[in-house]
C-alpha cells in the first residue's frame, strides 16, 4: 500500500513563495507519474501540475512561469510555488498515479492579499 505525505504548506503574502514536498512510502511502480492537483472551497480539484518518471512536464495555465515541479527519484515530488496569488488559496493534494491513483491528505496553503 503507498501513502503519500505532503508537506510545505501555511500562510504566505502575496508575491511570495512556498515549496511543497510530497514523500511515498511502500511499493511504487518505477514508471508511475506525480502530480499536485488543488481544491478551494467550492471548486472542483485541478490539476497544478505533473511530472513522469522521465522527467516530462505539464503545467495548468495558472501555474505557468510560476510554480515549477521536480522530482528527486520515484517517490518524491516538489512544487516550488513562486509570486503566489490570493487565487492560489487552496489545499494542495499530491498524487501518484502508477497501476491505480494514490492521494496524499494534502496541505493549505493561504496567500493573503
Known amino acids: 500500500q503507498v501513502q503519500l505525505v505532503e508537506s510545505g504548506g501555511g500562510l504566505v503574502q502575496a508575491g511570495g513563495s512556498l515549496r511543497l514536498s510530497c514523500a511515498a512510502s511502500g511499493s511504487v511502480f518505477p514508471f508511475s507519474t506525480m502530480n499536485w492537483y488543488r481544491q478551494a472551497p467550492g471548486k472542483q480539484r485541478e490539476l497544478v501540475a505533473g511530472?513522469?518518471?522521465?522527467?516530462?512536464t505539464i503545467y495548468a495555465d495558472s501555474a505557468k512561469g510560476r510554480f515549477t515541479i521536480s522530482r528527486t527519484n520515484a517517490k518524491t515530488v516538489y512544487l516550488q510555488m513562486n509570486s503566489l496569488k490570493p487565487e492560489d488559496t487552496a489545499a494542495y493534494l499530491c498524487?501518484?498515479?502508477?497501476?491505480?491513483?494514490?492521494w496524499g491528505q494534502g496541505t493549505q496553503v493561504t496567500v493573503s492579499s
Open positions: 511530472i513522469t518518471s522521465g522527467g516530462v
Open positions: 498524487n501518484l498515479h502508477d497501476l491505480v491513483d494514490y
